[in-house]
């Protein structure tokens, strides 16, 4: 069969994602159709395969553009089209081609088609990067759809039952998706604007990326918040109501058969892709094309965003050993940890002078992001500490102190530092037992001042939701306790998983 994307010999380009029903015809056919994946598919849905770059997956069904149907070990499930690139009958040597479909080489797909295949022979780079650059725009026309589902065919629908939702429970649930739409329609615009559609390789996207770099990091935001719309869509979807309404939205909006929580992946998946594509994108620049040195600064950058969303993901994740640490600490007063800090930077036994009272004190330091927490360990019970202060460490800066006689406290001093208050000029010494300890607490102080420097750049916290699911999980644990060990939770081994001299 012929039509207008059809060329002069008969021939079509067959590309995973644009032509599905060729794909369908090798399998029926009785070829072996794989797909190696390119990029990482990382999926919370249970129809969903789940597989990392270099995967292979067998092909079943490829009806849908977008989603099609494989198996990988023993295990079948809808995986993204556009994720992978083809590999027919890499084990059973030539086959003839199918009517209709790209004549098949050396057992894998023609060369002469515009698909990244495995196993074909080296296109000349020109035409590689035109691969390259056709992938990128047409997964970017592919999310803004995604996008524009999310946002039209669900929350505009939720907002409307009042009777369903609160605002806060689809704040929790959408995060910041919208600001993301309105932030990628923008860069898709540029983007389209850079392509050359007559020479795709001629394209100029870096500076596009350049443009943008600061948008991206409205994706921090929804990174952060994904794991809490999972856990409320999870305590909604207990209500059979929940279920059809958001299945309803999907028909209603006419979206692929996915469940609305791969919906609300897709944008964790999209930032971390961006990387991937780009380094795929610069290995087939020449150093000498006017895009070159752009692409490179744009893939430094996307690797900087990634690895900081990446980052604080993992952070949040541990926020309840935090709080599970706090509660085994006896005697705790003040604010809790999580109202300022999200993250273990060092813990260690140090000796400790305060200036007014000049007299040496062992105490364990807990260093965290904004504060430093003093605790001191019980007598016998050398696991049990008590709380016995803190000290804001966005009040203080931190200064070595040269061994001998320091003219502060007039004392003999080894491997110390100093907390010097910036406003009241208060002074804390800190006296490690070796030179070693003394340079990792330094390395500590300034590791917690980048850190807090970086979460003001993009606007990491805590949220409210999050510090009370880590209050819940807190209690649950000591009951559970509680009832195993028949005594009081404060009775149990304290400090967990933050010991001493290790970061979190």
Not at 35 to 54: I, N, P, S
Not at 144 to 169: N, T
Not at 234 to 244: A, F, N, T
Not at 402 to 425: C, M, P, Q, Y
Request: negative net charge.
């Amino acid at each position: 069969m012929r039509n207008k994307s059809t060329d002069s010999s008969g021939r079509r380009p067959l590309r995973p994602g644009s032509e599905p029903l060729q794909v369908n015809i090798l399998i029926s056919g009785g070829s072996v159709v794989n797909a190696e994946a390119v990029w990482d598919h990382v999926t919370m849905a249970d129809r969903e395969l789940a597989f990392k770059a270099g995967d292979v997956i067998k092909v079943l069904d490829a009806s849908n553009k977008d989603w099609w149907w494989g198996q990988m070990d023993d295990e079948e499930g809808w995986f993204p089209a556009s994720f992978v690139r083809l590999w027919v009958n890499q084990e059973d040597g030539p086959v003839e081609p199918a009517e209709g479909t790209s004549e098949v080489q050396n057992g894998h797909l023609d060369p002469a088609s515009d698909c990244l295949c495995l196993g074909q022979p080296l296109q000349n780079r020109d035409q590689m990067r035109a691969n390259v650059i056709n992938e990128i725009m047409s997964t970017e026309r592919h999310y803004i759809k995604h996008l524009k589902d999310i946002c039209e065919g669900y929350l505009r629908q939720c907002r409307k039952r009042i009777d369903m939702f609160s605002d806060d429970q689809l704040k929790v649930i959408f995060g910041n998706i919208e600001d993301i739409y309105r932030f990628h329609m923008g860069f898709v615009r540029d983007l389209e604007k850079q392509y050359n559609t007559e020479e795709p390789h001629l394209s100029e996207i870096g500076p596009c990326f350049l443009e943008h770099q600061d948008g991206f990091w409205i994706y921090s935001e929804y990174c952060n918040n994904h794991l809490d719309a999972c856990m409320e869509l999870s305590k909604l979807m207990k209500d059979g109501r929940y279920q059809h309404f958001f299945e309803a939205c999907r028909l209603l909006q006419q979206m692929i058969d996915i469940a609305i929580d791969g919906f609300l992946l897709t944008p964790v998946q999209k930032i971390c892709k961006y990387p991937l594509q780009l380094a795929e994108l610069l290995k087939y620049t020449a150093q000498d094309h006017s895009d070159y040195r752009y692409v490179a600064a744009a893939l430094a950058v996307m690797k900087n965003v990634t690895q900081q969303i990446n980052e604080r993901k993992r952070r949040l994740e541990n926020i309840d050993k935090i709080a599970q640490w706090q509660a085994s600490v006896l005697d705790w007063e003040g604010e809790d940890i999580l109202d300022r800090s999200s993250e273990l930077i060092y813990t260690g036994e140090m000796s400790w002078i305060y200036q007014p009272y000049g007299r040496s004190q062992q105490r364990v330091f807990f260093l965290f992001d904004h504060q430093l927490v003093l605790c001191k360990k019980d007598l016998i019970r050398r696991d049990i500490l008590y709380y016995k202060g803190r000290i804001d460490m966005d009040r203080y800066e931190v200064l070595d102190a040269v061994d001998g006689r320091d003219d502060d406290f007039n004392i003999s001093v080894k491997n110390a530092f100093k907390l010097h208050n910036k406003d009241t000029e208060e002074i804390h010494i800190f006296l490690a037992k070796k030179l070693e300890e003394k340079i990792r607490w330094l390395r500590a102080f300034h590791e917690e001042r980048k850190m807090v420097q970086e979460d003001e750049k993009i606007g990491f916290e805590i949220s409210e939701y999050q510090k009370r699911q880590a209050a819940m999980t807190v209690r649950k644990v000591t009951k559970q306790k509680a009832l195993s060990q028949n005594s009081p939770a404060t009775n149990s081994p304290h400090q967990g998983s933050l010991t001493e001299g290790h970061s979190m």
